[in-house]
Structure formats: structure tokens, C-alpha cells
């Protein structure tokens, strides 16, 4: 599974990513984070009544129906597989209602062994963005009150190539496909075409650990040309 990602880039970059995207009048920062992991918040892309919007969620998506708090929520949802997605107890009315778009700088996975693993950082071979396709959720905390806004990333059977480092990778959209995506009017076959080129290499250990270089634009870029697999 997914569960390592990169979100690094400007407005200016996003804007143009994701046209026609609404920018708020006040536009918050866009803090650039190399080495995301799921419980914490992410840029998502969702169609509003005003438009598309870029709002926060957190990575790891809780269904409408959970009536307990956020602790007994005990189910790791960061990411949904394609093969059950539609049927899932947990993701089917968010699929059949409300999709997103994760917008990414790369995603990370893993080789060798349990106590000697290395990290290899993937991005698009062209330098683009990555559009992962995903899910939202709106939950209210039934602790305080407040609605939450959740998401899931949508994975699938790695291809030839990266299989060599997972049997699982992101669903990435193309841009042609965001509306068809996001409006409902396009499912599976958008799942399931070919992903986008991609490049690799390894990056220090440091991502091993959750959140270390959360804020080090370092924790992305190569770290040896070796390629042990």
C-alpha cells in the first residue's frame, strides 16, 4: 500500500495543475511537506457548489455512519482498493459521491529487508505533479462537535516496473480525466489505465521514520546511485 507521500509545490503551481481551481481571496500558506503519512492533514481537490476547491483532510478516511470518537475509529483506511472499492462498506458512498484529487510531488516505497530498509522516492519522469485519485468523507466528532474532513487514496496492482519495489501503487489520474473523475461521470476505466511515466531513486533512511524531514526539501532528493532491489 500507499502510506509515504510528498506535497511540495506553490499556488501558482497548484492553479495551474488543477484549472479551474476557486483561490480564496485569503490564501493560506502552502506549507511543503516531503514526507506525509496518514492520520495528519493534506491538500485535497473536490468539486463545491462554488467551484473546485483545494481544502485539507485527513489522511485516513472515516465513513458518515461512525457514531464513536476518532479513538475507537480502529480501521486503517488511507488507502481503498480499486478490486473492492465500489462494494466496501467503508468507501462505496464516497465513491459514488464524493471523489477527490490528491495532489502530489512523489510517493515513496520500500525494499530489502525488515530492519534494513531502503527508501526510494517516485515522481512524474516529466517533473509534473502527480494526481492520485481519491475519496472524502465529512464526519462530525461526536467529542466536539466538529466536522472533519477525511480522505483515502484509491490503489491498485502495481505495473511491471514498479513492482519490483511494491505489488501495490496509486490510481493516478490524467488531467483530461479530472472532471469525468471528480463529477462522477467516469469510474473504473479511469482507475485502471495505464499510470503515468515515472522516475526513481533512493533517498536517505531518514524517511524510515514517520514525520522525520517532514519540512527538509533534502528528504527528497537522491541519495545514492545504487540500486539494490
Known amino acids: 500500500m500507499c502510506g509515504r ?17 476557486t483561490v480564496p481571496a485569503d490564501r493560506p500558506n502552502l506549507r511543503a511537506r516531503y514526507n506525509i503519512a496518514p492520520t495528519t492533514d493534506v491538500d485535497i481537490i473536490l468539486n463545491t457548489e462554488t467551484g473546485r476547491e483545494l481544502r485539507k483532510a485527513r489522511w485516513g478516511l472515516i465513513p458518515g455512519w461512525h457514531r464513536g470518537g476518532l479513538k475507537d475509529f480502529k480501521l486503517a483506511t488511507f488507502n481503498a482498493r ?35 530498509k531502503v527508501p526510494h522516492f517516485f515522481s512524474a519522469a516529466d517533473g509534473d505533479l502527480l494526481a492520485f485519485a481519491g475519496l472524502w468523507e465529512s464526519w462530525r466528532d461526536p467529542e466536539t462537535g466538529e466536522n472533519i474532513t477525511t480522505c483515502t487514496m484509491i490503489v491498485r496492482e502495481a505495473n511491471a516496473w514498479t513492482s ?11 488531467r483530461r480525466d479530472f472532471d469525468a473523475w471528480l463529477d462522477g461521470s467516469g469510474g473504473m476505466e479511469l482507475l485502471k489505465q495505464p499510470p503515468r511515466e515515472l522516475r526513481e531513486w533512493i533517498v536517505s533512511k531518514r524517511v524510515n521514520k514517520t514525520g522525520e524531514g517532514d519540512d527538509d526539501p533534502s528528504t527528497i532528493e537522491p541519495f545514492s546511485d545504487e540500486l539494490p532491489l
Do not use: N
Open 5 to 21: 507521500f510528498s506535497q511540495a509545490y506553490s499556488w501558482e503551481e497548484i492553479v495551474a495543475f488543477s484549472q479551474p481551481l
Open 82 to 116: 480499486v478490486e473492492t472499492v465500489e462494494t466496501s462498506g467503508t468507501f462505496k458512498q464516497a465513491y459514488a459521491r464524493r471523489r477527490c484529487i490528491i495532489p502530489a510531488s512523489g510517493f515513496f516505497e520500500w525494499t530489502g529487508e525488515k530492519k534494513d
Open 164 to 174: 519490483q519495489y511494491h505489488d501495490r501503487m496509486p490510481c493516478m489520474l490524467l
